[in-house]
């Protein structure tokens, strides 16, 4: 659906050093910028494929944002969503950015570790991949907030900040 729309690209792959899982664990990530706005209803988030479709008022998607689910401390404190930090379209265009992290080769190495009823590598295969995504993830999602979209281009992170859930921007990102 989105697949012409710019800037989207496919991010380098990242090679596992060879003592662990030598190649056998590739990571790979995808990630775009979207025209969009907050639907009428202030519940969801419109897309669009590009700026053209936005001025034509031609939606190539809906997101449907939840609102905070758990009980507030204070009354009155509102459940936000993300759709809250997205633009109506009456105020102009807005963006919202995504990207998809994914590893892949971890159920072929899963089945030759139950094959060989070696439960201990099993699960530290599991847990390696999904530390890889993990990390993979903010690897991306600084790039997107520094580089590809720019709006922290100064930001420096460290192992500290990048486990804490605000990274002082307007907006948050969707992680897939």
Same mark, same amino acid.
């Given at each position: ?16 050093? %060879?003592?662990?899982?030598? *190649? ?6 995808? @990630? !775009?910028?979207?025209?969009? +706005?907050? /639907? ?21 998607? %809906?997101?449907?944002?939840? *609102? ?6 204070? @009354? !009155?404190?509102?459940?936000? +969503?993300? /759709? ?93």
């Amino acid at each position: 659906m989105f697949a012409d729309a710019l800037p989207l690209r496919k991010l380098r792959p990242i090679r596992i050093p %060879t003592h662990c899982f030598p *190649r056998l664990l590739p990571l790979q990530a995808i @990630q !775009g910028i979207f025209p969009a +706005s907050q /639907a009428a209803n202030g519940e969801d988030v419109t897309l669009y494929a590009d700026d053209a479709n936005f001025e034509a008022d031609t939606p190539s998607a %809906t997101m449907h944002m939840l *609102r905070q689910q758990l009980e507030k401390e204070t @009354q !009155g404190s509102p459940y936000l +969503s993300l /759709a809250d930090f997205v633009a109506p379209r009456s105020a102009g265009k807005d963006h919202l950015g995504m990207f998809v992290v994914s590893v892949f080769g971890c159920d072929k190495l899963v089945s030759k570790y139950e094959a060989e009823n070696d439960d201990y590598n099993k699960i530290m295969a599991q847990s390696l991949a999904d530390r890889l995504a993990e990390a993979y993830a903010e690897l991306l999602h600084r790039e997107m907030r520094t580089t590809t979209w720019g709006y922290a281009p100064n930001e420096v992170s460290s192992s500290i900040n990048v486990t804490r859930p605000w990274y002082g921007a307007s907006f948050d990102a969707i992680v897939l």
